[in-house]
């Protein structure tokens, strides 16, 4: 479950607040997103970037409310572009109006996550993995809703 969240936030569900967004709320990312972009970073600094396929992008993190968090994935099976049989279901919440942690609760695999958020427009959100480590990505979410 970590690596389809990295695919979305990872392919989802990372931020200095700039002076045009709310102040990081966490209500600034209630809505529904799409990954446009993963950047890898290895431990030289050199970025290499990915668009995902319009298939893949057909692929939906909601953060809802109540605190609860749901992702809908996409993947080609050959010229076909097929949703994941299964919907992922966590809880997020804001840590210092900079971390976003998503909670595992349905019990798929993959456990909790943490990610950095980088930028938040209102309308893109921009996510480092949050293990920190010296080979990371980061992931530029729209909102589509």
């Known amino acids: 479950m970590k690596k389809i969240i990295l695919l979305f936030i990872a392919t989802l569900f990372l931020t200095a607040c700039s002076s045009d967004d ?15 972009e993963r950047d890898y970073i290895d431990e030289n ?5 990915e668009t995902p ?49 998503i909670t595992n609760v349905d019990g798929n695999e993959g456990g909790d996550s943490d990610y950095l958020i980088i930028e938040n427009t209102g309308n893109t959100l921009r996510i480092k993995d949050g293990e920190l480590s010296e080979n990371y990505y980061e992931v530029l979410l729209e909102r589509v809703n």
């Open 45 to 49: 600094g050199v970025r290499t970037t």
């Open 53 to 101: 396929s319009e298939c893949r992008q057909n692929s939906r993190s909601t953060f809802n409310e109540d605190g609860t968090y749901i992702e809908t994935y996409f993947y080609e099976v050959g010229n076909d572009c097929i949703q994941d049989d299964e919907i992922y279901s966590s809880n997020w919440e804001i840590i210092n109006d900079n971390i976003l942690k």
């Open 22 to 36: 709310d102040g990081g709320s966490s209500n600034s990312i209630i809505g529904t997103w799409k990954i446009t």
